[in-house]
Antibody
Framework: QVTLRESGPALVKPKQTLTLTCTFS??????????VAWIRQPPGKALEWLAL???????YYKSSLKTRLTISKDTSKNQVVLKMTNMDPLDTATYYC?????????????WGQGTLVTVSS | YELTQPPSVSVSPGQTARITCSGD??????TYWYQQKPGQAPVLLIY???ERPSGIPERFSGSTSGTTVTLTISGVQAEDEADYYC???????????FGGGTKLTVL
């Protein structure tokens, strides 16, 4: 069974750096075509793709946020970490991690339950 | 690039709902569809334009025509009331983008 779980602080202050961890099981990020992405959703708003890391350690970022985002993986721990610098109240959102696999192409076929991050002083 | 969806669609139970997603690059990329109910994570409904993951009811189907892709829900049920998002990816551009979402209301 494939599962993903997000963890990190529920509250961060403006200008701080957010660090989120996605811990997954049931698959390996060393398998060809496997990827893990981060997606967020502000309250009442649409999904927004943020970043993706693939099995080959290639990394992709939303262009408008590229300077603030860093994605990395630790295959020994089955974890993907997202760092976002200079947090702003507009970054308040539920942050999801999700997987893509060779079967479904670039689709996010399994999602974590999400973690709500509030940015406030 | 952007994907454009209607903000809302309303349909009576048993009827057919069609949710569109438009984007200039869609003829060259696969499109994916997700269903999201309140307080829950999205669920993949359609991948590679027309394919259904196992466990997704046959009443959900996808189609494409030029720059527009369509999610069709046949015989809509009350439980289908949710937000629906299209998604496409192009590693040569910005890699991945979601549409703005469509709220399906079952009357």
């Amino acid at each position: 069974q494939v599962t993903l779980r997000e963890s990190g602080p529920a509250l961060v202050k403006p200008k701080q750096t957010l660090t989120l961890t996605c811990t997954f099981s049931g698959f390996s990020l060393t398998t060809s075509k496997m990827c893990v992405a981060w997606i967020r959703q502000p309250p009442g708003k649409a999904l927004e793709w943020l970043a993706l890391i693939d099995w080959d350690d290639d990394k992709y970022y939303k262009s408008s946020l590229k300077t603030r985002l860093t994605i990395s993986k630790d295959t020994s721990k089955n974890q993907v970490v997202l760092k976002m610098t200079n947090m702003d109240p507009l970054d308040t959102a539920t942050y999801y991690c999700a997987r893509t696999s060779q079967t479904t192409g670039d689709a996010f076929d399994v999602w974590g339950q999400g973690t709500l991050v509030t940015v406030s002083s | 690039y952007e994907l454009t969806q209607p903000p809302s669609v309303s349909v009576s139970p048993g009827q057919t709902a069609r949710i569109t997603c438009s984007g200039d690059t869609l003829p060259n990329q696969y499109t994916y569809w997700y269903q999201q109910k309140p307080g829950q994570a999205p669920v993949l409904l359609i991948y590679k334009d027309i394919e259904r993951p196992s466990g997704i009811p046959e009443r959900f189907s996808g189609s494409t025509s030029g720059t527009t892709v369509t999610l069709t829900i046949s015989g809509v049920q009350a439980e289908d009331e949710a937000d629906y998002y299209c998604h496409s990816a192009d590693s040569s551009v910005t890699y991945s983008v979601f549409g703005g979402g469509t709220k399906l209301t079952v009357l």
